[in-house]
């Protein structure tokens, strides 16, 4: 069992920045592939970013890439995503989760654990 707690959002004017951090519970985080999600209001929830358990490699959803980067710190439990040149279009919920699948899981079904979302606004 993993409980997972996310924080860091807030609001952020276009163009800016902010780290959000997401703590793990127990003693397994590193079994975990860890992903973060995103769900804006009216919209399904979607894949953002995901990290091996190694932290080795990592996967991104296009609309992402190049500006946000996802990160692991296996001794202290905790997910990180940077999150760089905002656009008002990544307004949303983010949440952190963990799977047994591989890095390339984008299906958030597919994802066994799930923290109570840190929400970010992205202002033009």
């Known amino acids: 069992q993993v409980q997972l707690v996310e924080s860091g959002g807030g609001l952020v004017q276009a163009g800016g920045s902010l780290r959000l951090s997401c703590a793990a519970s127990?003693?397994?985080?590193?079994?975990?592939?860890m992903g973060w999600f995103r769900q804006a209001p009216g919209k399904e929830r979607e894949f953002v970013a995901t990290?091996?358990?190694?932290?080795?490699?990592?996967y991104y959803a296009d609309s992402v890439k190049g500006r946000f980067t996802i990160s692991r710190d296996n001794a202290r439990n905790t997910v990180f995503l940077q999150m760089n040149s905002l656009k008002p279009e990544d307004t949303a919920d983010y949440y952190c989760?963990?799977?047994?699948?591989?890095?390339?899981?984008?299906?958030?079904?597919?994802?066994?654990?799930w923290g109570q979302g840190t929400q970010v606004t992205v202002s033009s």
């Open positions: 990290i091996s358990r190694s932290a080795v490699s990592t």
């Open positions: 989760a963990a799977t047994n699948e591989g890095f390339r899981t984008v299906v958030a079904s597919l994802f066994d654990y």
């Open positions: 127990g003693r397994t985080f590193s079994s975990y592939t």
